[in-house]
């Protein structure tokens, strides 16, 4: 087997093999992921055939790095290549003070044998909901103007700038992005992609499920999933979501504080 970093270049081979473990993405999410300056991802290759990656997208090179796409090929499995991958991250970060990422139950063992602990959990929900019909008098489709306001939401509760992967996923995905209000006021908004309900964030825990709702209408009748905090409102029996699996938010290093409530839903696991 050979490691090497992933590039443009490896954007279709990284789709097949994220989509041969059942992760929807697509070759455009891929490039956006691989393009996105201070990120990087390591590859493990048989021949030709990519069979792992795991990447690294570095919010702060001094704070903060979020570990994700953690990805074997269903049929190379359990021969160590993801912990090879995540120790090959963690030496490539030693200079940053947290590493963070979304962990499987079937991941938590590689990560807690590596020193990472849980922070906060969450489940991975599925549905196809292109019957909804949202009419939710606070929530709007979220226009250009309101972009920069949404930035600022989200740095004050994820904790970090993402200006760049949100202004990203609002130009590539403007069907599937809203805004909350409350008395006229910004509130908090939702940001989708291909097969993602993406971020939820809102003040009022009322307007959590409303802001879900819309998120998950889709017209192609396609299956969404969503990344959703059990601190947050829950979602048992909610628009026929079914829960695919337990994960956990867990961090390496100096310990951050866990998301604020009205952090609802994670932008998506394999995002950060």
Not at 58 to 64: C, E, F, N, Q, S
Not at 68 to 87: F, H, K, S, T, W
Not at 119 to 138: E, K, N, Q, V
């Amino acid at each position: 087997m050979q490691h090497r970093p992933l590039t443009i270049k490896d954007a279709d081979a990284l789709s097949r093999l994220a989509q041969s473990v059942g992760w929807q993405q697509t070759p455009e999410d891929t490039a956006g992921i691989i393009g996105q300056s201070g990120n990087f991802i390591a590859g493990i290759l048989e021949g030709s055939e990519l069979v792992g990656c795991a990447a690294a997208m570095v919010y702060d090179p001094a704070k903060l790095a979020f570990i994700n796409q953690v990805i074997v090929r269903p049929d190379r499995q359990r021969r160590g290549i993801a912990q090879y991958l995540v120790e090959t991250l963690m030496r490539q970060l030693e200079g940053c003070r947290t590493l963070r990422l979304y962990g499987t139950e079937a991941g938590m063992p590689v990560y807690e044998r590596l020193g990472f602990r849980a922070y906060a959990r969450l489940g991975r929900w599925s549905g196809s909901s292109a019957t909804l019909r949202p009419r939710h008098p606070d929530i709007a489709p979220m226009t250009p103007e309101e972009l920069p306001t949404a930035i600022e939401f989200d740095r004050a509760s994820f904790g970090m700038e993402r200006a760049a992967m949100l202004t990203r996923l609002f130009n590539g995905f403007r069907g599937q992005a809203w805004t909350a209000r409350r008395n006229g006021r910004f509130n908090g908004f939702v940001l989708g992609r291909t097969g993602t309900v993406g971020t939820i964030q809102c003040e009022d825990p009322g307007l959590a499920l409303p802001l879900l709702e819309h998120a998950l209408h889709r017209p192609d009748s396609h299956s969404v999933t969503v990344d959703w905090f059990e601190a947050s409102p829950s979602i048992e029996g909610f628009a026929g979501l079914t829960r695919l699996q337990p994960m956990m938010a867990m961090q390496y290093g100096a310990s951050l504080p866990p998301p604020p409530d009205k952090y609802r839903a994670a932008l998506g696991a394999d995002v950060g």
